[in-house]
């Protein structure tokens, strides 16, 4: 006999309960701690997959495949193949494990969305608005009072401390003094969390929802714009001009994106030659982890031709800098040494130098297929989801290494940040069949 609505309240009410604390906790905990980042993935997407089970979901639903899945596979398939050939293997074949299995958890929980009912969704987006606000409110703390909670945290936990001292001053075991660039993190979580927050407020009913979105959007902006960290600045201004395209022309603003991600692969060496060429690297007016970059990104594409095709091995960059025997080239005027440092700060540049031409189709394929499958969300959410993808487009292709935990999780976070209000705009399910329908497509 088919379970009724009432009783499938009653199954679901314990994960049911617990979605919209995490949900609340997730933005919070993972905006001051980042590295927290893979433990709030597995809570929050547990927390989903037990709802979905005990909404009537079966396995076959949560891991049917479709072509955003298989690609992003494939990738983490290869990595791991590249882990044979890498400079340290083992290192090298953790990392595409840990892509796999946030993308099938992702994947899974996805699934698990569609199949709330309105009022636990109504209650999870709120608590994750109020989680996203709170995060705010604690990233712009710690730039007023110069990483106070995260000097505290550091010196409650000695083993939160970073292993180098070149951001933090430490006396007698005690940090005393932060540099802001270590929370960078910090604000490129806060970053991931606008737009989805933004597409929450906007799934809300009530007179006043455009003035809460505009103090929504400035108390996550404030706090960017306050930082060092440029990326997520640049990330942040992309990111709100692409919003008003996609409202009037989302399919074309998405296919334009696929097609910009896949082109970034191809051109990715010859600009990093271009700007180096044009002296950016001694620039005065560009910050100097942006002279940086650019130095590090013209040797590392200088270093690319020599095994183009399959490439180093994943996460080899920094092994393959430790083996390097030859002293560092530093000419007189660099802000540091020709170098390909411990990754490309650019997933385009790091995976064709790591993964090889191989590697760089995979990667391309893949983000092209999330990217194609934005216009499968309603129509209501897509220019959001268009802009946070150009969050984490910007993001990934001017800081840091693409095989980092904390990264990879926190993309896993943003997209089931973004679905969740998202699931608002779909028509009603009444049944369980209808869900699976609509779970298959």
């Known amino acids: 006999m088919a379970q009724s609505a009432d009783d499938h309240d009653r199954a679901s009410f ?27 993935l597995l809570i929050i997407g547990f927390a ?81 608005i109020a989680g996203a606000l709170c995060a705010a409110l604690l990233v712009a703390i710690e730039f007023l009072t110069k990483g106070a909670l995260t000097r505290a945290a550091m010196n409650f936990i000695p083993e939160f401390q970073p292993g180098s001292l070149k951001q933090v001053k430490v006396v007698d075991g005690r940090v005393i003094r932060l540099n802001m660039s270590e929370l960078n993190q910090s604000v490129a979580i806060l970053a991931f969390l606008l737009w989805p927050g933004l597409l929450a407020l906007s799934a809300l009913q009530g007179s006043r929802r455009m003035l809460f979105s505009l103090l929504f959007f400035l108390a996550v902006a404030v706090p960017i714009a306050l930082s060092e960290h440029a990326s997520s600045q640049v990330a942040l201004i992309a990111s709100t001009l692409i919003l008003p395209l996609a409202w009037v022309r989302p399919r074309t603003v998405i296919r334009l994106l696929a097609m910009a991600w896949c082109l970034g692969f191809v051109l990715v060496i010859p600009l990093d030659h271009l700007a180096y060429k044009a002296d950016l690297h001694r620039a005065e007016w560009l910050p100097q982890s942006a002279q940086a970059r650019i130095i590090i990104w013209d040797y590392t594409a200088e270093r690319v031709v020599e095994r183009p095709w399959l490439g180093i091995g994943a996460d080899s960059t920094k092994g393959t800098k430790a083996d390097n025997p030859k002293p560092r080239e530093w000419p007189k005027g660099f802000v540091s040494p020709r170098t390909t440092g411990h ?68 993309v896993g976070l943003l997209v089931l940040y973004l679905l969740l209000p998202a699931a608002h705009y779909r028509q009603p399910v009444t049944s369980l069949e209808t869900r699976r329908e609509a779970l298959s497509t």
């Open 14 to 40: 314990p994960a049911g309960v617990f979605i919209p604390v995490v949900f609340f906790l997730g933005p919070v905990f993972t905006a001051i701690m980042p590295h927290l980042t893979p433990l709030f």
């Open 48 to 128: 989903l997959i037990v709802a979905g089970l005990r909404r009537g979901l079966g396995w076959r639903e949560f891991f049917a495949p479709n072509a955003a899945m298989v690609a992003l596979a494939a990738v983490a398939a290869y990595a791991a193949l590249s882990a044979s050939w890498a400079a340290e293997p083992y290192d090298a074949l953790l990392k595409p494990a840990l892509l796999l299995g946030a993308t099938f958890a992702v994947f899974a929980a996805a699934r698990s969305i569609s199949s709330l009912e309105p009022k636990r969704l109504r209650q999870a987006s709120i608590a994750f």
């Open 343 to 410: 990754h490309a700060h650019n997933l385009f540049l790091q995976t064709l130098y790591e993964l090889g031409v191989v590697g760089a189709i995979l990667v391309a394929m893949a983000g092209a297929a999330v990217i194609l499958r934005l216009a499968l969300l309603p129509e209501q959410a897509r220019p959001y989801a268009v802009a946070a993808f150009t969050i984490f487009a910007v993001i990934a292709g001017l800081a840091w290494g693409m095989w980092q935990a904390w990264l990879i999780c926190a």
